[in-house]
């Protein structure tokens, strides 16, 4: 299988190392990729999200199978441009893309499916903000309607901040808080067929104790053995299978990749978000564990055949990412620090570059996402602090305490 992956992040970095590990793989690109997919795959340049050079550059390399990455490549319409040239293509149409380009109608379509997530306005006037602000009360939950990179959302006790993201973000979604740990849940699907993935959890906040500004996580662990035994099998029944339903009978059915963003509420799982592409950091560790070749799952979801493929099979163990982030993030990234200690196993590039020299500089707000595997949580968890402490980079900032708090039990439904 010729395969093209479309993307230049930590995830994409994730997709690549399960791609070239598949031994139906015999070719793997990237575009425009980044230093450390490089090692795994052959790197072409091309502007992500721009659907005619994406389709044009999956013809050129003749490749039976395109991955799309990042979201708003999806949202652009990418997919359908490599679907028109007769080629499978991993990814959403325009139209299905949408339930993670548009929070409003995200919430349409579950209203309309019945599925259980926080009660919701859609606001674009000063007045309408103040008057949802003041039904639902703080926490106050505010959210870009539009695509964010991971930062639209803001939750905050402060009716002030609450107001002024509101402001700047125009036209906006505000819910009510939904309290509870929160999950993610990665669907694999053509559209009827699903195929889920293992729960993880990630970290929005920039600093220890879930302190400081949202981003766009700062890591990851799984699997989840706190979590309820019947998490994903209700899930499926009360919030994906609804959800794909509505999609089919509105004409756009979603195949590719179903993130569902959940909050394990008192009453139950809650949708928190959708997103229609594979989460970051969290995909780091969930394929690390996944033991089923990754090609092969995404080519069946592709090409409409995934009811026929075989349950996936998992590695024993734990896996944990820690991120690595440059100086000021998730404000503008100081970029060009040199960066050591990163050309080893585990260590995913996300925001790398080479200088002109050829030395591995940071290129972005996440820069790494140092990843490792252990035979639990604990040993997963040193091994991965250990190879964080291998990284040099000059201002880097780093969390200290992911999966610590279910590394001691301390997690409580």
Not at 309 to 329: C, M, Q
């Amino acid at each position: 299988m010729r395969v093209l992956l479309i993307g230049s992040g930590g995830r994409e970095h994730a997709l690549a190392v399960g791609l070239a590990a598949d031994p139906s793989v015999e070719f793997l690109a990237a575009a425009p990729g980044n230093p450390g997919i490089a090692s795994v795959a052959e790197l072409h340049p091309v502007t992500a999200t721009d659907p005619a050079a994406v389709a044009a550059l999956a013809v050129e390399l003749g490749a039976d199978l395109v991955i799309i990455g990042p979201e708003a490549p999806l949202v652009a319409g990418v997919a359908d441009a490599v679907r028109a040239k007769g080629i499978a293509c991993f990814g959403p149409s325009a139209a299905a893309a949408r339930l993670e380009g548009s929070k409003a109608f995200a919430n349409e379509v579950m209203a309309a499916a019945g599925v259980p997530t926080a009660r919701s306005f859609a606001c674009s006037t000063t007045d309408e903000v103040r008057a949802a602000l003041a039904e639902f009360g703080a926490p106050y939950v505010v959210k870009n309607d539009g695509l964010a990179a991971g930062k639209g959302v803001v939750v905050t006790d402060s009716l002030e901040a609450a107001q002024r993201h509101a402001e700047e973000c125009g036209q906006v979604v505000i819910e009510e808080f939904l309290p509870g740990p929160e999950v993610s849940l990665f669907v694999v699907t053509d559209g009827t067929a699903v195929a889920p993935l293992m729960p993880a959890q990630d970290f929005k906040r920039l600093r220890d104790g879930d302190e400081g500004p949202n981003t766009g996580g700062m890591g990851a662990y799984a699997p989840l053995d706190w979590a309820p035994a019947d998490l994903v099998e209700r899930v499926l029944r009360e919030t994906v299978e609804p959800t794909l339903a509505e999609m089919r009978e509105r004409g756009t059915p979603f195949a590719g990749l179903l993130y569902v963003g959940l909050a394990l509420t008192p009453d139950g799982p809650k949708v928190i978000e959708f997103n229609a592409r594979f989460g970051d950091p969290e995909t780091q560790v969930v394929l690390a564990l996944l033991d089923t070749p990754l090609a092969g799952l995404l080519h069946a979801a592709a090409t409409g055949t995934l009811a026929a493929h075989p349950p996936l099979a998992w590695k024993d163990g734990a896996a944990i990412t820690v991120v690595v982030a440059s100086h000021n993030y998730p404000g503008t990234p100081r970029t060009g620090d040199v960066i050591e200690g990163a050309e080893r196993p585990g260590v995913i590039h996300a925001g790398t570059a080479r200088d002109a020299g050829g030395v591995l500089v940071s290129a972005g707000g996440r820069v790494l996402s140092v990843t490792a595997i252990g035979a639990d949580l604990a040993g997963a968890r040193e091994a991965a602090y250990a190879l964080v402490d291998g990284v040099t980079l000059d201002g880097a900032q780093y969390r200290g305490d992911i999966a610590l708090k279910a590394v001691r039990g301390e997690i409580v439904l």
